[in-house]
């Protein structure tokens, strides 16, 4: 089977904790039968991710490839859109969690 004939999909990474293996969650819509309408669904794929690569919220391109392991029969084959970088979220979260802390002491 070649390279390019292999199923590739669209997603977000959603972990990336495990040493050069990434989640991505896909999701998509399909007709529900019983009520004729579009229902969205996710599922999750793991992926290959050989130079750790991908982060948390970058929505990515993977590929169907052979089993590497015993849940991973997908690889990473590029990230389309960065997410926001990690210093700018930190720095957020620590500036609501610094205000809601205050909001705790007045409310006592």
């Known amino acids: 089977m070649e390279r390019n004939h292999r199923t590739t999909v669209q997603g977000v990474v959603t ?3 495990n040493a050069k293996t990434i989640t ?5 819509e399909r007709n529900d039968p019983l009520y004729n309408k579009r229902v969205g669904y996710s599922k999750k794929y793991y992926a290959h991710d050989e130079n750790n690569a991908a982060k948390l919220g970058d929505v990515v391109t993977i590929q169907a490839c052979r089993p590497m392991s015993a849940t991973k029969r997908w690889r990473l084959v590029s990230i389309d859109k960065a997410a ?17 802390g205050v909001a705790e002491k007045e409310d006592k």
Request: avoid cysteine; aromatic fraction near 0%.
């Open 15 to 17: 972990n990336v904790k």
């Open 24 to 28: 991505v969650t896909v999701s998509t």
């Open 84 to 100: 926001v970088a990690a210093a700018n979220v930190a720095d957020v979260e620590a500036s609501l969690e610094a205000s809601e």
